[in-house]
């Protein structure tokens, strides 16, 4: 399944199957992406981050992909787990001295079982 | 939750009274933020601190002002409620500018 992040804020999958969130970023000079989960009730809990001077790092069951041309970041979770339904964001980090985040609006994960 | 504890966890409060949020971290980390997190609006930074008494304002910060008198809290004031100011508020930290934050668990601020 595939999320195009703002416009389909929802991505239904069934368990087991690989689950592809997107975000599209705002600012070319962002260095620095992270993505996160959120539960219901829970706080922003870090998933795995990236930074501009690459473009593609793993992490276990999950993949994150920069694509700096079009400024699009992409989260990719293998096998998907009932427990991976929460809601996921995406934040870029525009650099200078505050380390200020900018955070996508979120997609909604539902994994069937 | 990465040794952020934030207080209250819920509270119900009237339009035109005074309310503080504390946000308390045993990580000795220098920089805290507050954000705020409305359906439709993600999450938005209220006011952030990069040191004891050194904070500043994010892009919603109209309403709200902080304190930081120690390393390990960081406080939010909202002088005279208003019902815009119901919302969860998220507490987080990090040590270094250009690395991940982490998040407390959140406090759920209603102004009825």
């Known amino acids: 399944g595939e999320s195009v992040g703002l416009h389909l804020p929802t991505l239904s999958v069934q368990e087991g199957d690989n689950s592809i969130i997107n975000c599209a970023y705002s600012?070319?000079?962002?260095?620095?992406f992270i993505w996160y989960k959120q539960e219901s009730g829970k706080g922003p809990q870090f998933i795995i981050d990236?930074?501009?001077?690459?473009d593609k790092r793993q992490g276990q069951r999950v993949t994150v992909l920069l694509n700096k041309t079009v400024k699009h970041l992409s989260l990719q979770i293998a096998a998907t787990q009932p427990g991976d339904s929460a809601v996921y964001f995406c934040?870029?980090?525009?650099?200078?001295?505050?380390?200020?985040?900018?955070f996508g609006q979120g997609t909604t994960l539902q994994v069937k079982p | 939750d990465a040794g952020i504890t934030q207080s209250p966890r819920h509270k119900v409060t009237e339009t035109g009274t005074p309310v503080t949020l504390r946000c308390h971290q045993t990580?000795?980390?220098?920089?805290m933020y507050w954000y705020r997190q409305d359906p439709g609006h993600g999450l938005r930074l209220i006011h952030y601190?990069?040191?004891?008494?050194?904070?500043d304002k994010g892009e919603v910060s109209d309403g709200y002002s902080v304190s930081r008198s120690k390393t390990e809290d960081f406080l939010l004031t909202l002088e005279s409620a208003t019902s815009s100011q119901t919302s969860v508020y998220f507490c987080?930290?990090?040590?270094?500018?250009?690395?991940?934050?982490?998040f407390g668990s959140g406090t759920q601020l209603s102004v009825l």
């Open positions: 987080a930290i990090t040590q270094d500018k250009n690395e991940k934050l982490f």
């Open positions: 601190s990069y040191g004891v008494k050194d904070t």
């Open positions: 934040a870029e980090n525009t650099g200078g001295n505050t380390g200020k985040l900018i």
């Open positions: 600012n070319s000079a962002s260095d620095y």
């Open positions: 990236i930074r501009s001077n690459m």
């Open positions: 990580e000795n980390h220098r920089y």
